[in-house]
């Protein structure tokens, strides 16, 4: 059997038909799209395109739309931004409790060293947040509010619809990180309510170091960089015409196979879980039965480490991950299960199956022989498994 690759929550491959369609900007059409001659002019032509191709799937304006780096940086910039923008006026931020390390630490910094005042929005069992909480949280102060749309861990997709309701009222600004549910369920910056919006290319099949940011038109933030005027001086540097290219086609593949595939993964998750679940004891399913990017399978087998499964399936040629791919090697508990209040028996023993286009039933029943065997003999060596038991 060849590798298994089940982490497409951290990367992706690139799809061919995406590699395709950006290698004309890496050779003949590698102008710089804000030069005057017509190599740039070429070059500035495909990457307004490009702007269109993924408003239009967002259901913004192109003029809305920013390019940056990827996820991590129009998070930044959206949190960053917006804050700095604001802080003579505002100085309070909510982030919800599940964020990803590019929401949390940018607004963690801005309140230990720009005196911003920060609340984290906590959420339930299975990671959602309420609107009446959030409406106990805001104040006149509060600058931006910042929930993710689905998370990278458990899958879990918030209805950010009703969160944005409780800012609109208030003229609060409102962030979603869509990292994880761009290209897999529907997104559209209207329906959500949000002001601005961040997603990368690279978890939907697209190259890494390309993503955007949507500004809703009249929201002003600072910018992060400083240098030129691309991107409307709000992300100075030389736009990667080929990033935007191969985000651009990313999107319009997922347009077309986001419905096959989600009803294709969802299958395969559900046949998952409940073969994991029946075959080995004590193992939950982190994050809701609904309202998830299905394809995102977190399970924690109790009074183990989930490092420990990793390592030993990574023997056995299948990779996944526990918890999210950007804290592995540490052994705390993901913050985004303690957050769930999970136990820690369980916190510790979660483990993150991702799936994707390539994921195969015949794959998936490997992973289910493989894994229980795996199971027992880690719980054998663990006193904290054999104590809960006994
Ligand atoms: C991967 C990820 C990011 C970071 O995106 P990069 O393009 O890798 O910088 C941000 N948020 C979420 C939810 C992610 O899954």
């Known amino acids: 059997m060849d590798r298994i690759y089940l982490d497409h929550n951290a990367t992706t491959p690139v799809d061919p038909e995406v590699v395709e369609a950006m290698l004309p900007y890496l050779a003949e059409g590698f102008g710089n799209a804000s030069s005057v001659h017509s190599f740039g002019r070429d070059a500035k032509v495909a990457l307004e395109n490009a702007r269109e191709q993924i408003a239009a799937f967002i259901g913004c304006e192109p003029s809305e739309f920013y390019f940056t780096s990827g996820g991590t940086e129009s998070d930044n910039l959206a949190v960053q ?14 982030v919800g409790a599940t964020e990803h390390h590019a929401v949390l630490e940018p607004a963690e910094h801005l309140a230990h060293r720009e005196d911003f005042k920060l609340d984290i929005l906590p959420v339930d069992n299975d990671g959602f947040a309420s609107p009446e909480r959030l409406a106990s949280l805001v104040n006149d102060k509060t600058a931006l509010v910042s929930v993710m749309h689905g998370n990278n861990e458990t899958g879990t997709v918030q209805d950010i619809a009703a969160l944005t309701a409780v800012t609109r009222k208030k003229n609060i600004l409102f962030h979603t990180d869509a ?23 690279h978890k939907i099949y697209g190259p890494k170091g390309i993503g955007g940011l949507f500004i809703r038109s009249g929201v002003k933030l600072a910018p992060l960089f400083y240098g030129g005027s691309h991107e409307k001086k709000r992300r100075p540097g030389t736009e990667s015409v080929a990033g935007a290219v191969a985000l651009a086609k990313t999107l319009e593949i997922a347009g077309l196979l986001m419905e096959p595939d989600f009803t294709r993964l969802k299958e395969l998750a559900d046949y998952f879980i409940d073969k994991v679940t029946s075959l080995i004891p004590d193992v939950v399913l982190n994050g809701p039965e609904e309202n998830r990017v299905p394809q995102t399978v977190n399970l924690s087998f109790a009074g183990i480490e989930g490092e420990s499964i990793l390592l030993s399936l990574d023997i056995e040629g299948i990779a996944c991950s526990s918890g999210s791919a950007c804290t ?3 052994t705390e508990p993901s913050h985004v299960l303690v957050a769930m209040d999970k136990p820690k028996i369980e916190a510790q023993g979660a483990i993150r199956f991702s799936l994707g286009r390539s994921t195969t039933r015949e794959q998936l029943d490997y992973v289910i022989e493989k894994l229980p065997p795996v199971v027992e003999r880690l719980r054998a060596m663990s006193p904290v498994y054999q104590k809960a038991k006994s």
């Not at 931004?81 to 909510?94: E, F, M, P, T």
């Not at 990292?179 to 329906?191: A, I």
């Open 81 to 94: 931004g917006v804050a700095r923008n604001l802080r003579l006026r505002k100085n309070h931020l909510i």
């Open 179 to 201: 990292v994880q549910s761009v290209g897999k369920v529907k997104v559209n910056v209207k329906n959500l309510g949000v002001d601005l919006l961040s997603l990368t290319a």
């Open 328 to 330: 592995s090697g540490a």
